[in-house]
């Protein structure tokens, strides 16, 4: 079960170079179906839709026959120009999409604001085999590097962030944190 960025030929279908890009995946059953494209409205967010969605791999748990979760990272266009990272929950043909983490709101866990989300640091996410989240993000003021989880159904909580101490040292600190992974069940 695979889930891709593609583009579409232009001009067929009414494509534009405004709405040319899109995630599509497997997980769900049925075969490959669209998830988000360029130009789809953010559900939740007034007027911002989709302008560019990040390269790289995508987080995809299948969490049962007709079930599934996805990450992405994206940049907005229309009423903002924030990234984000989304998380698409599917069932069957039913696509149910949130922001998990976005530029310029609260980093939980921290006084901080997210920084760029869809930046060559944070970009991909990575997700266990039950659809549970990590991420490592850059946060602002600062540009401090850090890891954040979610679980499936759950809310978005920091793991260990620059500055912290690092467990075993006698007190040291982190002073980078690199991407993470995650193992089976979060």
Do not use: C, H
Not at 34 to 63: F, K
Not at 86 to 105: D, F, K, P
Not at 157 to 181: C, E, L, N, Y
């Amino acid at each position: 079960e695979i889930t891709i960025l593609a583009s579409l030929r232009i001009g067929i279908g009414g494509v534009t170079v405004n709405d040319d890009t899109g995630i599509w995946s497997e997980v769900g059953g049925g075969g490959l179906s669209l998830v988000l494209r360029e130009g789809d409205a953010v559900p939740g967010l007034a007027g911002v839709q989709v302008g560019r969605l990040a390269t790289g791999a995508y987080a995809t748990a299948t969490t049962g026959v007709t079930t599934g979760e996805t990450a992405f990272s994206v940049t907005f266009k229309g009423a903002s120009t924030d990234t984000a990272i989304l998380r698409a929950s599917i069932s069957g043909t039913t696509v149910s999409v949130q922001a998990v983490a976005r530029e310029n709101s609260p980093a939980p866990g921290t006084a901080l604001q997210f920084g760029n989300i869809a930046g060559s640091y944070s970009d991909p996410a990575r997700m266990d085999a039950t659809g549970n989240l990590v991420f490592a993000a850059l946060t602002k003021p600062g540009n401090k590097e850090g890891l954040w989880y979610q679980p499936v159904g759950g809310s978005l909580a920091k793991v260990v962030m620059a500055d912290d101490t690092a467990p075993g040292t006698s007190g040291a600190t982190f002073s980078r944190i690199q991407r993470p992974s995650i193992g089976s069940n979060g």
